[in-house]
């Protein structure tokens, strides 16, 4: 098993440097990743300042030598998939092949989601997924979807890590469409239930989706809450804790304070 906190680029102290030195507390602490929110405006709040996770993410990538980076989760039908291929690719060079592609459909108050219904963002995302998986081969890719089309685009900048960047797939486990969009990739941080009634996450989900995957070599399941070692025997392979924004103070506290093995 292995630990990691994902937080917001939101507020003092979340911004760039901030997110920097953050990581770096992290990696010196014990913790084996750091995760970032990706989003615009915070919940649809823009009271507080929202920092862009791309660019923090490659702050944190120069300030650390161990932990993986990553965003859990891109709203992949907000972005542009040849950016974020390209980006990704980037990232993965400067943290030395530590950085999470983590994909979701968005979250529906995000003032910048186009305004389509989750099943048109549904598929957004995986055809998104699809040309950025065919960008990172660093071959000329042809591609033709329903909302993205690629004429002989070519990427040449190939990922350090192989056979690529791992992609981990959130949304709400009790979704099938989104089960089925989990096993044909390399991990998920899904939760379950919805954001409105939210569940807890069970060691028996755990399995059941590992029997669905299959095979589980390479294949990273992201969970948080409960306890980290029932989770471990039942397959998961990270546990994660969330910090909300918070005073400088208290997030540097909890982070110092190192994962629950400790």
């Known amino acids: ?17 901030g997110l920097a030195e953050l990581a ?17 405006v915070y919940q649809g709040d823009a009271s507080e300042p929202t920092w862009d996770p791309w660019v923090c993410l490659a702050a944190m990538a120069v300030a650390t030598s161990r932990i993986r980076i990553g965003t859990t989760v891109t709203p992949l039908p907000r972005r542009s998939p040849w950016t974020v291929a390209a980006e990704a690719v980037a990232l993965d060079h400067l943290s030395g092949g530590r950085f999470v592609l983590g994909v979701g459909i968005g979250d529906p108050g995000d ?5 389509q219904p989750p099943r048109v963002l549904a598929e957004m995302l995986d055809e998104g997924l699809e040309v950025i998986d065919r960008l990172w081969s660093g071959a000329p890719v042809t ?8 004429d002989g685009a070519q990427l040449t900048a190939r990922p350090v890590q192989e056979p690529r960047i791992p992609v981990w797939v959130g949304g709400n486990l009790l979704v099938p469409a989104v089960r089925r969009r989990i096993v044909r990739w ?10 409105d ?17 299959g095979e589980v070599d390479g294949f990273d399941v992201k969970v948080s809450g409960g306890d980290p070692a029932a989770f471990a025997d039942a397959g998961a392979t ?8 918070l005073p400088v103070a208290e997030t540097v506290a909890i982070v110092r304070g190192g994962p629950p093995r400790r």
């Not at 292995?2 to 911004?15: H, I, K, P």
């Not at 003032?111 to 305004?115: A, D, G, L």
């Not at 390399?186 to 954001?195: E, H, I």
């Not at 990270?238 to 924004?245: N, S, T, V």
């Open 1 to 17: 098993m292995r630990y990691s906190v994902t937080v917001g680029a939101v507020g003092a102290g979340r911004d760039p440097r």
């Open 24 to 40: 770096r507390v992290a990696e010196d602490s014990g913790w084996d990743g750091m995760f970032l929110e990706d989003y615009l």
């Open 111 to 115: 003032p910048f989601m186009p305004r």
């Open 143 to 150: 591609f033709t979807g329903k909302h993205y089309q690629v």
């Open 186 to 195: 390399d991990g998920t941080c899904a939760y379950k239930g919805s954001t």
């Open 197 to 213: 009634a939210p569940q807890q996450l069970t060691p028996d989900d755990v399995r059941r989706l590992l029997a669905e995957r």
């Open 238 to 245: 990270w546990w994660g804790r969330w910090i909300p924004p």
